[in-house]
T-cell receptor, first 114, second 113 residues
Framework: AQKITQTQPGMFVQEKEAVTLDCTYDTSDPSYGLFWYKQPSSGEMIFLIYQGSYDQQNATEGRYSLNFQKARKSANLVISASQLGDSAMYFCAMRELAGNMLTFGGGTRLMVKP | DVKVTQSSRYLVKRTGEKVFLECVQDMDHENMFWYRQDPGLGLRLIYFSYDVKMKEKGDIPEGYSVSREKKERFSLILESASTNQTSMYLC????????????FGPGTRLTVL
């Protein structure tokens, strides 16, 4: 069974608008961490934001915020005021306390329109 | 800043060749990882290492081996490359804290003919 599901293979957003990228996860571990990465066409994976399962508040990093709904097991990434440079693949990942490994979703390709 | 480097951005090899992919990190991280990335499949973990000379199989270890003789260096070895190993290979490193992020190298795009 998939542990991380990203249901949007591709999305368009107008420049300067906000966009939400969906991520749902499945784990029985009470302690886990959720990560979002950006992968531009150059191929490098860039860490964006982290949310711990016990964090009381949703994580924010500049224009990135994480809409964490623990009961629904979702960790959606919100990008505010989209920029052309935000066009990239975005991956959601989960790390369970039991190990050092990250499990990745299939990714969402975001395309920002001028 | 964390820096993870990979020996090649692009590599073309022939079926049956032995292939070495090298990864070096400069942040004294304990953990290092090798992933392959294929369209529609996301990133899949091949092997990881949590200390020098220590290694653990990931989700898809078949056809691969690894070597970690020094803390900063983690090598992925394809003993006899096959066409189905054509892929993007990404190396990552992290320290051992439960919230610690994995930092990635730029990737190696390997084509096996």
């Amino acid at each position: 069974a998939q542990k991380i599901t990203q249901t949007q293979p591709g999305m368009f957003v107008q420049e300067k608008e906000a966009v939400t990228l969906d991520c749902t996860y499945d784990t029985s571990d009470p302690s886990y961490g959720l990560f979002w990465y950006k992968q531009p066409s150059s191929g490098e994976m860039i860490f964006l934001i982290y949310q711990g399962s016990y964090d009381q508040q949703n994580a924010t990093e500049g224009r990135y915020s994480l809409n964490f709904q623990k009961a629904r097991k979702s960790a959606n990434l919100v990008i505010s005021a989209s920029q052309l440079g935000d066009s990239a693949m975005y991956f959601c990942a989960m790390r369970e306390l039991a190990g050092n490994m990250l499990t990745f979703g299939g990714g969402t390709r975001l395309m920002v329109k001028p | 800043d964390v820096k993870v480097t990979q020996s090649s951005r692009y590599l073309v090899k022939r079926t049956g060749e032995k292939v070495f992919l090298e990864c070096v990190q400069d942040m004294d991280h304990e953990n290092m990882f090798w992933y392959r990335q294929d369209p529609g499949l996301g990133l899949r973990l091949i092997y990881f290492s949590y200390d020098v000379k220590m290694k653990e199989k990931g989700d898809i270890p078949e056809g691969y081996s690894v070597s970690r003789e020094k803390k900063e260096r983690f090598s992925l070895i394809l003993e006899s490359a096959s066409t189905n190993q054509t892929s993007m290979y990404l190396c990552a490193s992290s320290s051992s804290g439960s919230t610690d992020t994995q930092y990635f190298g730029p990737g190696t795009r390997l084509t096996v003919l």
